[in-house]
């Protein structure tokens, strides 16, 4: 199963230091500077062919009294327009990194531009942000970040599925989409994974991850079939397979996910 890291230098990383700066008090004493990593994934939508996300700057929240950058500081980056659809099935790439001062991280602020599009169909549109709300906020807490030595992982999932919409405000978008962010924070060690195979390609199925209101999206990858759903919180799922093309959906009940595990399925084979 792909673990690639598409390695792309932006300074969102920073916003990992201060995370584990503010679990570091639970695992040690030591209240010195930090090294982090964060990285970008997406929850998958199988309506567009690509999405792209105008990403321009990232805040974090810090509340320490000893502090005296308590409040919202800035983080440097490097501003870019990213194909978020290119990360799935347990792709992702590296945002951010850095190394920041010893304080309690509280949320992250995403501030996106205005060059987002989507394409659909080999067609691009321009994607209004709804109501102009170019923030994007997300609490952190000790619950959804990794720490390693003096390192601290977290991962960003910009929900594609659920940020994109039809509008029909008539405000001047023809293409009638809008763009809600909504991001979510994980961490590796305190969620798990479910990966498989599905075929034949021609298939072309769509995949949900279901446990109660809690529902993941795959893609399986158009050369070998192969899925990966990650971010999951501990529990019993159901896979729901969704065939095109012809082919006859199934579903397969009782996967049990685990905090920190891959959870490895025989091939499915679909049939028509």
């Not at 194909?83 to 790439?93: A, E």
Request: proline residues 4%.
């Amino acid at each position: 199963m792909k673990n690639t890291h598409l390695r792309i230098a932006i300074a969102l990383f920073g916003v990992s230091a201060i995370t584990f700066i503010a679990c570091k008090k639970e695992n040690s004493s030591s209240a010195g500077p930090a090294k982090a990593s964060i990285f970008l994934t997406d929850h998958q939508t199988p309506i567009f062919d690509s999405v792209f996300i105008d990403i321009q700057k990232l805040e974090v929240k810090l509340e320490d009294s000893n502090s005296t950058n308590e409040g919202w500081i800035d983080l440097a980056i490097h501003p870019g327009v990213y194909n978020i659809l290119r990360f799935r099935n347990g792709l992702d790439t590296l945002f951010a990194s850095g190394t920041l001062p010893s304080n309690h991280l509280r949320k992250i602020r995403m501030t996106l531009g205005t060059q987002n599009s989507v394409v659909k169909n080999g067609q691009s549109f321009p994607l209004k942000i709804k109501d102009n709300d170019k923030q994007v906020v997300a609490n952190l807490s000790d619950s959804n970040f990794d720490i390693t030595g003096n390192q601290v992982f977290f991962w960003i999932d910009f929900d594609a599925g659920n940020s994109i919409f039809n509008d029909n405000s008539g405000q001047g978008n023809n293409n009638g989409y809008a763009l809600k962010p909504h991001i979510k924070i994980f961490t590796n060690q305190k969620s798990g994974r479910i990966e498989g195979r599905v075929l034949p390609l021609a298939s072309d199925p769509i995949i949900k991850a279901v446990n109660g209101s809690d529902t993941a999206t795959a893609i399986p990858d158009d050369h070998d079939g192969e899925f990966k759903i990650v971010g999951l919180n501990a529990g019993t799922y159901s896979l729901i397979i969704d065939g095109q093309n012809g082919y006859l959906d199934t579903t397969i009940s009782n996967i049990v996910v685990r905090k920190g595990e891959d959870t490895h399925l025989p091939l499915i084979i679909l049939h028509q």
